[in-house]
């Protein structure tokens, strides 16, 4: 398909025309039933900005979508995530929705696009779904008709990673021959993971489950940029989340890999634990959720997949979770140290309320003096390769180092 | 009884449910315009604005709502508006029935029932208290200092009697007391720095702040996520969320968007670290600041005394002894009143009244006559200026 032939002003008609499509049919269908918890005047905002969409004042509704979104972020960012209202993120969401539509009433520049591309992102990331999940769709047809394509114009450099001379020559891979490995099982019964495994809660690592999957095979650097490329993620900087210069930001997936896996970074990037294949469904088709999740209490609609992409030398520092773990690699290699629930002791936790699920101990240097306990501890460990699944069991401590250029995909289920 | 000062009323920022800035037309305004007080003649002196209305009282004592609920009420000593709940301070009819606090839906016109209300006893009245001693501070303190009001579940706090709050402020999720003696305690949530104990942990009760102890404060403000304190010798002290610039220290957002006021700013965009928690001292080339958990002192130009600090969600306002107006923080609805819609990240001097030859006026003596900034919750600056002849 030709798409950098055709006229701007006709490709952004079939745009309009595609993003008309998805919306309800008429101005009562476009509202969201919301709770007393949001206040009259912003409901009121909600249906004087879509009176001004329905009515062709795309400029005006811009500036009440504004309104909204402002006002609704400050909702989202008041008290613990967890506690945030969902209407709110239902309303915050709303506001993308019509701000992105409005960006592309006007004759289209590149511009504009990936602009509501970005707001669609935003909602995705930070509300909720809405009218049957329609910024996910809204998306899709927003990436579909970026003019350029989807992956940036190929630069001098375009080897994969993998084929270019290590970067850093000094990788410490641990010699795990020495260390208490993880035990390995090609394809268990469900009985047997779960009287084995699962019910004692013991760590093991499943061959033969995963190494099928379509994403083994598929997910290269040019796969990953060509189907998310343009997409807005969350991504963390810094070398671990414990470190006092470490932060979150957003950008697209592009910039992120040129930034922090291309062109000689300088900080560590790492874009973790991000639901991404809630935001691009196209990414969800190469996985499937492992069969031994049907051994826990919750639906599959309640089971998080996150994705954990990043170069070589993320490091997660040692924590626990509140959930199950399946932890599938898919490309490059992690160091994974396991310590047992029973050993928290050891392991010193941090006493803040914001850190308590996570050691103060750096594992592979650790500060024996303040921390004497620590040396004492068992531990397992393991490292993990591609189309292996690492399973964690619920409050085991666990800390992670990419060896390699990675992606890795976990399952939290209960 | 002193002698008493008018003036005007100005107002800037965010307007779009038609509150009653200046003209009135648009959603913004950018640059101050006499506000439009409702009624004729009307001698406002108190504003409180929530995002979507504001509400005036009149020394006789009369209530106007303007924007997206409107009404007019009389007997109303003082009122305190936020998105979900207008509360009001009324006179109980006759001597000695003390007051009664109330609460409306916004929307009601304060007609029928209120959502709820609370007699508040004439012995909490400061007015006729032993030793002449003022009345305690305006809403959502309550007179008498023994309690507080708050837009969310409790509505009604009371107050440890020993704290003697003199005043008290609300932000998104925290709160701010001054004491009589120039203390300045803080509790709630603290993911942002806001209560400026060095963590980021919450506290579920007052809790002094140790670092400016042996300061006596003359003022407090709360904004959406951060804190504001003027000594009594004119210093500023600020802490808790910078994203919109709103600490007046280095942010990384507002470089990145190319906006930051000063030069130093933009030059460090390559080689800044954003700095999740840094120590107090500013100035030399200081790294990128997100948050600030401790009390950091804010350099205005040499010579200024602050005698008054308020502030919006994301923005800050300072009045200085000569009766000049300073902004900075969040800038995108003209809040800042710099005839622009960018945020900044230094303070700056709100020309407007500097050519109108105005002067702000403050009247920190005799509460009951206080004029003093009010930036709305959200977005909307008022602020009280004599004509200097």
């Known amino acids: 398909m030709a798409e950098g032939d055709r006229e701007p002003l006709a490709r952004a008609g079939t745009l309009r025309e595609a993003l008309r499509a998805l919306l309800p049919p008429t101005k009562e269908e476009l509202t969201l039933q919301l709770g007393e918890r949001v206040e009259r005047s912003v409901v009121r905002l909600l249906r004087e900005a879509v009176e001004l969409f329905c009515g062709g004042r795309g400029g005006e509704c811009l500036q009440a979508s504004e309104a909204i979104l402002d006002y609704s972020w400050e909702k989202l960012n008041t008290g613990p995530w967890r506690d945030v209202h969902r209407d709110w993120r239902r309303v915050y969401a709303f506001g993308c929705l019509l701000k992105a539509v409005c960006l592309c009433e006007e004759p289209g520049d590149a511009g504009a696009v990936a602009a509501a591309l970005r707001v669609c992102d935003m909602g995705l990331l930070m509300g909720a779904a809405i009218l049957g999940d329609i910024l996910t769709k809204v998306a899709a047809v927003l990436q579909a008709h970026l003019p350029s394509g989807k992956r940036p114009a190929p630069g001098p450099a375009q080897e994969q990673p993998h084929e270019k001379k290590a970067r850093h020559d000094r990788v410490w891979i641990p010699d795990v021959r020495s260390e208490r490995t993880v035990p390995r099982l090609r394809c268990p019964s469900l009985q047997h993971f779960r009287k084995h495994f699962l019910v004692p809660g013991r760590p093991v690592i499943l061959e033969g489950v995963a190494d099928q999957w379509p994403c083994m095979k598929k997910w290269s650097l040019e796969y990953i940029q060509d189907v998310a490329g343009c997409r807005t993620v969350p991504v963390e900087v810094g070398s671990r989340y414990t470190d006092e210069e470490w932060s979150q930001t957003l950008m697209t997936v592009n910039e992120f890999i040129s930034k922090y896996i291309r062109d000689e970074p300088r900080d560590v990037g790492y874009l973790a634990q991000h639901q991404l294949f809630d935001q691009i469904p196209e990414l969800k088709r190469d996985i499937s959720i492992p069969d031994y999740c049907c051994l826990g209490d919750g639906d599959e609609e309640e089971i998080t997949i996150n994705a954990w992409f990043g170069p070589q030398g993320t490091v997660s520092p040692l924590h626990q979770d509140p959930q199950q773990n399946f932890l599938v690699q898919v490309t490059g290699r992690k160091y994974i140290r396991l310590y047992s629930p029973q050993e928290s002791e050891a392991l010193y936790p941090h006493d803040t309320h914001l850190l308590h699920n996570t050691s103060q101990v750096d594992v592979e240097n650790p500060d024996l003096e303040k921390f004497p306990k620590f040396a004492e501890a068992p531990f397992l460990s393991c490292i993990l390769s591609p189309g292996e699944i690492l399973f964690i069991p619920v409050k085991y401590w666990h800390y992670v180092r990419a060896l390699d250029l990675s992606f890795s995909v976990s399952f939290w289920w209960s | ?389």
């Open chain 2, 1 to 389: 009884m002193a002698e008493e000062r008018r003036g005007s009323w100005f107002g800037f920022g965010f307007c779009g449910f038609g509150q009653a800035l200046g003209s009135g037309r648009g959603r913004q305004v950018h640059s101050p315009e006499p506000l439009q007080t409702p009624g004729e003649g009307a001698d406002v002196c108190r504003v409180s604005a929530s995002w979507s209305y504001t509400a005036f009282v009149t020394r006789g004592g009369r209530l106007e709502l303007s924007g997206s609920a409107g009404c007019a009420a009389g007997g109303c000593r003082d009122a305190w508006a936020s998105e979900a709940l207008l509360v009001v301070l009324r006179a109980g009819p006759g001597r000695g029935a003390g007051t009664e606090l109330q609460a409306w839906a916004p929307g009601s016109a304060l007609s029928g029932e209120p959502l709820w209300a609370h007699t508040v006893g004439p012995e909490a009245e400061g007015e006729d208290a032993p030793g002449g001693e003022p009345q305690a501070g305006a809403l959502p303190l309550l007179p008498g200092g023994r309690a507080y009001v708050s837009p969310r579940p409790p509505f009604y706090s009371p107050l440890a009697p020993e704290l003697r709050a003199r005043r008290l402020e609300l932000g998104a999720e925290h709160a701010l007391l001054l004491d009589e003696a120039g203390q300045v305690f803080s509790w709630g949530q603290g993911r942002h720095g806001q209560l400026g104990h060095g963590t980021l942990e919450a506290e579920l009760e007052p809790r002094p702040l140790e670092a400016l102890q042996g300061v006596p404060m003359a003022e407090v403000a709360a904004g959406g996520w951060h804190s504001v304190c003027v000594s009594e010798t004119g210093d500023i002290y600020i802490w808790g969320w910078n994203d919109s610039g709103q600490l007046a220290l280095p942010s990384r957002s507002l470089a990145e968007v190319g906006k930051a006021a000063a030069g130093e700013a933009s030059g460090l965009k390559e080689d800044g670290c954003d700095v999740r928690t840094a120590e107090g001292e500013s100035g030399g080339l200081a790294p990128f600041i997100a948050i600030q958990p401790f009390p950091a002192l804010l350099d205005l130009p040499p010579g200024t005394d602050a005698v008054k600090a308020s502030c919006g969600s994301r923005h800050t306002a300072v009045v200085t002894r000569t009766g000049e107006l300073y902004t900075w923080g969040w800038g995108k609805y003209g809040q800042l009143g710099h005839k622009d819609t960018s945020s900044l990240d230094r303070p700056r001097r709100v020309e407007y009244f500097v050519d109108k030859r105005l002067q702000s006026f403050l009247f920190s003596t005799d509460p009951s006559n206080q004029k003093v900034i009010w930036p709305g919750r959200k977005k909307t600056i008022y602020l009280f200026e004599r004509m200097n002849l």
